[in-house]
């Protein structure tokens, strides 16, 4: 049964780390992508990070690069966002996402950065960031 479930949220200081994790199960086929989300009160969702199942493709949005990371162990089917240097801006409801990948190019599949084309939704995790 396919299923997107989040877990990890929390309330940090600024500079704290987190990891989220989403039980994906149902959504690790290779043509697929899992992506994270996330949405501030008062804003329209966001592209996070994703990554192509069978390609592993990453992607970040600049504002995380380099302090966020993504991973997936298919295995298990999990995924997770690993957060470190969490800012006060990073406060926001984080969402697991899955769907089909936007295209295959050679061995390589890549994924959709835009929340419109992600069909597939969890419910959210709560991350605050705040001292």
């Known amino acids: 049964q396919e299923q997107l479930r989040e877990s990890g949220g929390g309330s940090v200081q600024p500079g704290g780390s987190l990891r989220l994790s989403c039980a994906a199960s149902?959504?690790?086929?290779?043509?697929?992508?899992i992506g994270w989300f996330r949405q501030a009160p008062g804003k329209e969702r966001e592209g996070v990070a994703s990554i192509s199942v069978g390609s592993s493709n990453l992607y970040y949005a600049d504002f995380v690069k380099e302090r966020f990371s993504i991973s997936l162990d298919d295995a298990e089917n999990m995924v997770y966002l690993q957060m470190d240097n969490l800012k006060p801006e990073d406060t926001a409801m984080y969402f697991c996402?899955?769907?089909?990948?936007?295209?295959?190019?050679?061995?390589?599949?890549?994924?959709?950065?835009?929340?419109?084309?992600?069909?597939?939704w969890g419910q959210g995790t709560q991350v605050t960031v705040s001292s």
């Open positions: 149902g959504y690790t086929d290779r043509q697929n992508c």
């Open positions: 996402a899955a769907g089909p990948a936007a295209f295959q190019f050679a061995e390589n599949w890549y994924c959709f950065t835009e929340t419109k084309d992600w069909p597939y």
